[in-house]
């Protein structure tokens, strides 16, 4: 017999396994699989938020999963227990992406598949959709266009600044945002918030060289933005 099973006797023999070599073998399974999600998670991740508390959430949630699964096994009754027990459990954090959700849910599966014994099936799984989380971030799939550059232009109070910048963004940038209007220096100046996404062959230096001569050579400040967020 298994040298862990002879010193924990019955207490190492749940449902579904031969012996503790394999209950160790099915939580160490999960773990490394939902450590690769963690990794594909951190490296694909391109919001505003990243926190490693999240992937270490995602990691022991997909062994606690396995966990679960193991002691279950075959019993009913048990299951019915589980699931009055995790009824009453409230989750009150709201995850800060879309994205995350479907992490969580590859991670149960992933725990749920280990804890089924089903040890093909999870590492099948955590292949192959890493695989196609790596690709489509690889891809930029379905992205929207999106602004390159942060300009904040200032502005006199007598400049009708809809019509003197018109023909400067119309010829030197693709798109152009108005984000907003905000009075400074005591209200003598208006300080102007755009996102913009640069025409081919445009720089930055040449936007903001057309923009001084209608703005009076007053403060431009232009600055590159993430490709995936911009802050208003």
């Not at 919001?47 to 009913?76: A, E, P, R, S």
């Not at 969580?104 to 040890?119: D, H, K, P, Q, W």
């Not at 502005?155 to 023909?167: G, L």
């Not at 001569?213 to 967020?229: A, E, K, P, S």
Request: proline share 2%; glycine share 6%.
């Amino acid at each position: 017999m298994d040298p862990l099973t002879d010193l924990f006797g019955a207490a190492a023999q749940p449902a579904g396994l031969h012996s503790l070599g394999e209950l160790v073998f099915a939580i160490t399974l999960s773990f490394v699989l939902t450590m690769i999600v963690g990794a594909v998670y951190k490296a694909t991740h391109r919001g505003t938020i990243y926190t490693q508390d999240f992937v270490h959430t995602l990691v022991m949630l997909g062994t606690v999963v396995t966990v679960i699964i193991l002691g279950i096994g075959d019993n009913v009754a048990a299951a019915f227990g589980l699931f009055a027990a995790f009824s009453i459990i409230r989750f009150r954090r709201a995850l800060p992406e879309a994205r995350d959700v479907g992490f969580v849910f590859l991670t149960m599966a992933i725990g749920l598949s280990c804890g089924a014994e089903r040890y093909a099936l999870a590492i099948l799984t955590t292949v192959m959709i890493s695989s196609f989380v790596v690709v489509l971030s690889w891809l930029d799939v379905f992205a929207p266009e999106r602004p390159s550059h942060r300009l904040r232009v200032r502005v006199t109070n007598d400049i009708d600044y809809d019509e003197a910048f018109r023909d400067v963004f119309s010829r030197l940038a693709e798109q152009h945002t108005l984000l907003s209007v905000e009075s400074v220096q005591a209200g003598m100046m208006t300080e102007l918030t755009y996102a913009v996404r640069l025409a081919d062959d445009v720089s930055a230096g040449t936007l903001v060289a057309a923009l001084q001569q209608h703005n009076g050579n007053n403060r431009i400040v232009m600055t590159r933005i993430g490709l995936y967020d911009i802050e208003d």
